[in-house]
């Protein structure tokens, strides 16, 4: 029996900003002969404004376009066997039509504003890409005992269980590896659509938006927890387990939301409950191969970093050594100047001696010739005090002399009278 399930989560950062949910999940479970799963993420950007409804829109006219194909299943499959790839062509081209008449009756009922266009397009509207404010991906997946395909354009990821258990994706948009996602607004959108066809139907088709995938490290985490969900699938035979189920992703997604990507998850599975007891045991060895694979890879990491810290201490010892030759060279520079220092120093201490030696005698010797000085000096003094006193002897002589003359001119006087 074919089932299906699918959950739809706001992301963190458009619960932060205020902003509606854009991811769209649609299930096709109604007919006998086949199911359906969609999932659709309208663009963030400010100028997709509608990509919310965008993204409702492009799963809804998927559902519709493969139900005007595959509800006459019989003539489907015989179709579908003579070229499926012109059949599943022609149900994308009649996605891409549906979803741009769905995108006029909405604007037909809700006419795009003034308002809108001077708010999220800076004024400048463009009415021949009206689709661009609609802009969203979709991938879309189906399951039948007869026909199992998938396409996609724009990211996400597009997961497949097999009746060995085996997880792989075997479909993805390559655009997106080169940081461009490709739209079903674009005016080429049916060239950006890749293709998958099934020789068998595998045990489950899951279809999320890329919300869930940049929420981990890697493509092997991303498998694994898509496996994870996979061993849960074969409980959900009624319909209360699966509304459970559903709640339960819900909130799994919420936390990885919140730890992770931030961004809108969704999910939608497909799956045949049916070939569950012949998958499990896939199931399980595959997931402890993972977890054996992954202690592998953790060991290799350690090895890593073991040699990349061995690597370091080698070249820090490397480094070490060389410091140690050059804080030797310069130990012994800085010893030899040392000794030249010493030596220089013994021999300015020798010179001072010799200085101080020179100093004392030049000390006696000024010493004796003050005394010398001193000696003359008193002589000089001696001498020239004789010299006054002569000076004055010889003035007292003149008087004298003047007084003998007045007496010598007095008795010549009287001697001429």
């Not at 395909?149 to 997961?159: E, N, P």
């Not at 730890?259 to 896939?282: K, M, R, T, W």
């Not at 595959?286 to 054996?292: A, H, P, S």
Request: aromatic share 8%.
């Amino acid at each position: 029996m074919l089932k299906g399930i699918s959950a739809v989560t706001i992301g963190q950062s458009h619960i932060d900003n205020g902003t509606d949910c854009q991811d769209c999940a649609q299930l096709d479970l109604e007919n006998k002969n086949y199911v359906m799963a969609a999932v659709a993420d309208g663009h963030g950007s400010k100028k997709h404004f509608r990509s919310d409804r965008g993204s409702q829109f492009a799963a809804q006219a998927a559902k519709d376009s493969i139900y005007e194909y595959m509800n006459d299943y019989e003539r489907f499959v015989e179709a579908y066997q003579a070229d499926r790839e012109y059949l599943i062509d022609r149900i994308i081209k009649m996605t891409i039509t549906k979803w741009h008449e769905k995108i006029r009756e909405d604007l037909n009922e809700d006419p795009i504003t003034q308002e809108e266009i001077d708010k999220y397009l800076g004024g400048a509207f463009n009415s021949d890409k009206v689709s661009s404010v609609y802009g969203t991906t979709l991938l879309v997946g189906v399951m039948s005992e007869k026909c199992n395909f998938g396409f996609l354009i724009g990211d996400g990821s597009f997961v497949v269980i097999d009746k060995h258990g085996k997880a792989y994706i075997p479909i993805e948009d390559t655009n997106s590896k080169a940081n461009y996602t490709s739209s079903l607004s674009s005016s080429d959108s049916y060239n950006g659509f890749v293709t998958h066809f099934f020789d068998e139907m595998p045990f489950s088709i899951m279809v999320s938006t890329d919300g869930l995938v940049k929420s981990f490290a890697n493509d092997s985490d991303f498998l694994d927890y898509n496996q994870a969900i996979a061993m849960e699938l074969g409980k959900l035979d009624d319909d209360d387990k699966i509304n459970q189920m559903e709640e339960r992703l819900i909130k799994l997604f919420e936390q990885r939301s919140r730890d992770g990507s931030e961004d809108d998850i969704s999910i939608s599975i497909i799956f045949d409950i049916d070939a569950y007891d012949g998958v499990i045991e896939g199931l399980q060895t595959r997931r402890k191969l993972n977890k054996i694979d992954e202690q592998i890879d953790l060991s290799k990491k350690k090895i890593n970093t073991l040699n990349f810290k061995m690597k370091q201490i080698i070249s820090e010892r490397k480094a070490n050594r060389e410091n140690l030759v050059k804080i030797n060279d310069e130990r012994r520079k800085l010893e030899d100047y040392n000794r030249k220092l010493v030596e220089r120093k013994q021999r300015l201490e020798e010179e001072l001696r010799k200085i101080e030696q020179e100093s004392d005698e030049l000390n006696k010797k000024k010493i004796e010739l003050d005394l010398e000085f001193q000696k003359y000096e008193k002589i000089d003094q001696m001498k020239e005090q004789e010299k006054n006193k002569n000076l004055e002897d010889q003035e007292l002589e003149k008087e004298n002399i003047e007084i003998k003359q007045k007496e010598k001119e007095k008795l010549q006087d009287l001697l001429n009278s």
